[in-house]
C-alpha cells in the first residue's frame, strides 16, 4: 500500500513545520476570533508552535510575543504568575491591530526546567514561604533560568520573513539573547496589574531579575 504524504509537513533543513491549523480562539473579552493561524515546528533542540495573525511578513515591524508554556497560568489559570493574562493580552492587541504573531516554546516550561521540575519549584516556594522566581529554584539546585539559546526563535520569525518585532516582554535577558540572533527589537511593555496573588512573584522578577516592571495596581 502506498504510504499518503500529508500536504501539511513541510522539512526545512534542521526543522520541521506543520501547520497551518485554523482555529476559532477566544480573547480576553470573550470574544471569538476566526483569523488567527497555527503552526506546529520541531526543532533537534525543542517544539514549538507559531500563532500568526495575518501576512507578517509584509509587516514592517509586526506585534511579536515569545511565550514559555506553563502548565499553571496556562492549564489551570493559576493567579500567582501572570503567563495567562499575557498570553490573553498579546492575543487582543495582536486582533486589535489584525497581524502579529506569538511563539510557544514547549520545552521552556519552568524557565526550562521542565514539568515535573516547576511542580517542585512551586511545591518548594509555597512549602517554605520563598519568592519562589528565585529563591526555590535555588533551594532546589536549579539555575535560575535555562532559557539561554533562542536560535530557534529566530528560525520561526525568519521563516515568516520576520526580522524586526516590537516584542512584547518586560524581560530585559530575551530581549538581548533575540538581538545577538540578528533580531531587531523594541520593546513594547505587557505588564499584569498587581494583585495580593501576582504581587510576590512580579516584585520578585523586578528586584531580583531585572525586569522592567512599574508595578501598579489594578484600577
Not at 13 to 18: D, N, P, S, T
Request: charged share 30%; proline share 4%; aromatic share 10%.
Amino acid at each position: 500500500m502506498k504510504r499518503q504524504i500529508i500536504k501539511t509537513i513541510e522539512q526545512h533543513g534542521r526543522y520541521e513545520m506543520i501547520g497551518p491549523v485554523q482555529l476559532p480562539l477566544r480573547l480576553p473579552d470573550g470574544k471569538i476570533t476566526e483569523k488567527f493561524s497555527i503552526w506546529y515546528f520541531d526543532f533537534p533542540g525543542g517544539k514549538y508552535a507559531a500563532l500568526t495573525m495575518g501576512d507578517v511578513s509584509k509587516v514592517k515591524t509586526p506585534l511579536a510575543r515569545v511565550e514559555s508554556i506553563c502548565i499553571w497560568g496556562h492549564i489551570f489559570d493559576s493567579q500567582y504568575c501572570d503567563c495567562e493574562w499575557q498570553l490573553g493580552e498579546a492575543k487582543r492587541r495582536i486582533t486589535d491591530e489584525g497581524s502579529g504573531i506569538i511563539i510557544f516554546a514547549f520545552d521552556q516550561h519552568g524557565k526550562s526546567v521542565g514539568l515535573r521540575n516547576h511542580f517542585l519549584v512551586y511545591a518548594e516556594g509555597k512549602r517554605r514561604g520563598h519568592e519562589y522566581v528565585v529563591d526555590a529554584y535555588k533551594s532546589l539546585g536549579f539555575d535560575i533560568d535555562y532559557r539561554i539559546n533562542y536560535s530557534d526563535i529566530a528560525d520561526i520569525l525568519r521563516h515568516f520573513g520576520i526580522t524586526k518585532i516590537r516584542l512584547m516582554t518586560n524581560n530585559p535577558q530575551r530581549m538581548d539573547l533575540l538581538r545577538k540572533k540578528g533580531i531587531s527589537i523594541k520593546r513594547i511593555p505587557l505588564e499584569m496589574p498587581l494583585t495580593k496573588w501576582n504581587k510576590e512573584e512580579l516584585v520578585t522578577k523586578k528586584v531580583k531579575l531585572g525586569h522592567l516592571l512599574l508595578l501598579k495596581k489594578a484600577e
